[in-house]
């Protein structure tokens, strides 16, 4: 890949992390976006020739400022992985507008921006990657009506870029996790109970390879003992 830098948006010490470290070890520098600077700023120190940046997914300009910044420091950027979302839940009488619109911006408006920003630099290269993550929620309407309805719009969003970018180089894909995540690089957790981050980071950078004659639109990811979502 040309653009040897990966931006990962959502970073905390769960699967943000551990996508983060997996492709430092492949080469990438990472740039590294979250809300709060505390954990991004310690796996900076960690992952050499990596960039920790504060913002907020939810608002266009600060992102759209955010990644212009890290093109100026790094370079083009060749992968987007979008891993911010709300979890905040509740039913239709009780969420308010507010929480509401919150959850779409972070989830969808966030993710659009962001793939709007890189965009230009993947399809001057001829290639690059975009992933974003979904959940069960992206194809199950269930008790959390924000978080499901922006996660519905997301995979709508992933599949209308994919017809846009696939023809001019730019493999995007959705990622749909069904279950619990734990925190990267924790031992203790079994993969019959949680979704291991680093193994899903695994998954990740397995789409991020893929040959451009089999390409891959939807993945889903789920421990071998979590009950199905249909």
Same mark, same amino acid.
């Given at each position: 890949m040309v653009n040897r830098v990966a931006l990962v948006i959502g970073v905390g010490p769960g699967l943000g992390a551990a996508l983060a470290r997996r492709f430092a070890s492949e080469g990438f520098r990472v740039v590294m976006i979250a809300?709060?600077?505390?954990? =991004?700023?310690?796996?900076?120190?960690? %992952?050499?020739?990596? $960039?920790? %940046?504060?913002?907020d997914a939810s608002n266009p300009a600060e992102m759209a400022e955010t990644i212009q910044r890290a093109r100026e420091e790094l370079g083009p950027i060749g992968v987007l992985?979008?891993?911010?979302? /709300?979890?905040?839940?509740?039913? $239709?009488?009780?969420? /308010?507008?507010?929480?509401?619109?919150?959850s779409w911006r972070v989830s969808t408006l966030g993710a659009f921006?962001?793939?709007r920003?890189?965009?230009?630099? !993947? =399809?001057? *290269?001829?290639?690059?990657? !975009? %992933?974003? /993550?979904?959940a069960?929620?992206?194809i199950r309407g269930g008790g959390w009506l924000a978080f499901?309805?922006? +996660?519905?719009?997301?995979?709508g969003l992933v599949q209308s870029a994919a017809r846009e970018l696939w023809?001019?180089?730019v493999h995007v894909a959705h990622v749909l996790v069904d279950g619990l995540i734990g925190e990267?690089?924790?031992?203790?957790? +079994?993969?019959?109970?949680?979704?291991?981050?680093? +193994? !899903? *980071?695994?998954?990740?950078?397995? $789409?991020?390879?893929?040959?451009?004659?089999?390409? /891959?639109?939807?993945?889903?990811?789920?421990?071998? *003992?979590?009950?199905?979502?249909?």
């Open positions: 809300r709060s600077g505390g954990f =991004i700023n310690e796996l900076a120190r960690e %992952l050499s020739g990596s $960039l920790a %940046l504060r913002a992985i979008y891993n911010a979302s /709300t979890s905040g839940g509740s039913g $239709l009488a009780e969420i /308010t507008v507010e929480q509401f619109e919150q921006v962001c793939a920003e890189v965009a230009p630099d !993947m =399809i001057k *290269a001829r290639e690059g990657v !975009m %992933l974003f /993550t979904g069960t929620s992206s499901s309805s922006a +996660k519905f719009a997301l995979r023809p001019r180089g990267a690089g924790d031992g203790s957790v +079994k993969e019959a109970i949680a979704l291991s981050p680093d +193994k !899903m *980071a695994d998954a990740y950078w397995y $789409l991020a390879q893929q040959n451009r004659s089999a390409w /891959t639109l939807e993945l889903d990811l789920r421990p071998n *003992a979590e009950e199905f979502f249909v």
